[in-house]
């Protein structure tokens, strides 16, 4: 207890030696209207289907659901609010997300919270900034609120609330980062190139064959992987052999593989961020671009996706799925196209014919990252 409670003493000095900087004049650098950048601020979406089991919506907490849960007595507002128990004296409880934001920006974090030494800050803003915390809500709740403002090159910063060591339940509603929000991603279904290149995509990962693994290693194909992260979670080391070729990628395809234009921009939001922070946790690197299912999506597809780190939300102009050989658009694949395969047990022959296709065209594989950033 004494350690504890020596190391709360020492975080209380630490934070009154911060100074928290003040509001600018204007919105930023990047201007724009002032939104809330949170992900499921008020805990009230619904976990996508295929989502992992006691998952929260857009949030991830440390101790997982045996500490943390959705609540649906005395929220704040709405109907539900977060209510974390630490597990263990070792625990704090965090709860935290990643949150896309602009350069050279000034933020505004707050939440609502109730409970004992309550925390609530940013990590990575390019600028140190203490948290906002509190001793005791004494039973109610109380708002927490800092600011911060980005570094030149922060394009992402990590959100968090926590309460402390062997204080015991709080519980978090309302949480908000308000600022104007990043620009919308930019809708592809090609890759503008004069180089002779192609680009292989392979969505969703239900059926990995090694016949098809076999094929993209004998012959050194750079694949852009979009599996949904239950496959994914499955079996990652499948994932990372077919992606070890240089030029490789894992990019998200979503939770739940459904329409995402006929979900509001927050549940889009959940489905999109939710999928980039899964493959993160399983391959290390942060997707960068989306591919829709069904390549359904709309205005807010585009806002969702830059709020999640997103530059890129990509198509495709030609199909070799399941024995197909569909090109989208007069004669041969041309350099810049971008071509759809599934991850099923008839790749191993979908490969080979839009390979044999490609250099019917003059045209090479290539990474597609590094032609889209």
Known sequence: MSTRLSALAASVALLTAFTVPAASASAGAGGGATVNLVTNPGFELPSPNLADWGSIPGWSCTGGPAEAAVTTTAAHSGTSALTVTPANDDSTGECAQTV?????????????????????????????????WTETTSGGWQQLTTR??????????????????????????????????????????????????????????????????????????????????????????????????????????????????????????????????ALTRLFGTAPVVFRPPSFSWNADTLQAAANCGIRTVLTADADFSWGASNIWHPGPLQPGDVVLMHWTDTLATDLPRALAAADAAGLKPAGLVEYLH
């Open 100 to 132: 896309a934001v602009q350069p050279d920006t000034t933020y505004t974090a707050s939440a609502w919270v109730r409970g004992n030494f309550v925390h609530l800050g940013a990590t990575g803003t390019g600028r140190d900034v203490a948290p906002a």
């Open 148 to 277: 911060f403002t980005t570094g030149p090159n922060t394009r992402s910063i990590r959100l968090y609330v926590h309460g402390w060591y062997q204080q015991g339940p709080f519980s978090v509603d309302d949480v908000r980062v308000d600022g104007p929000a990043p620009a919308p991603a930019v809708a592809a279904g090609s890759i503008p190139t004069t180089d002779k290149v192609v680009f292989f995509t392979v969505d969703d990962g239900w059926q990995r064959t090694p016949e098809a693994e076999r094929f993209i290693a004998d012959h050194h194909l750079p694949i852009t992987a979009f599996p949904l992260p239950m496959p994914a979670g499955i079996d990652p080391e499948f994932f990372k052999r077919v992606t070890s070729v240089p030029g490789s990628s894992v990019q998200d395809h979503s939770v739940s593989h459904s329409d995402l234009s006929k979900l509001p921009l927050e549940q889009q939001q959940v489905e999109i961020c939710d999928a980039r922070d």
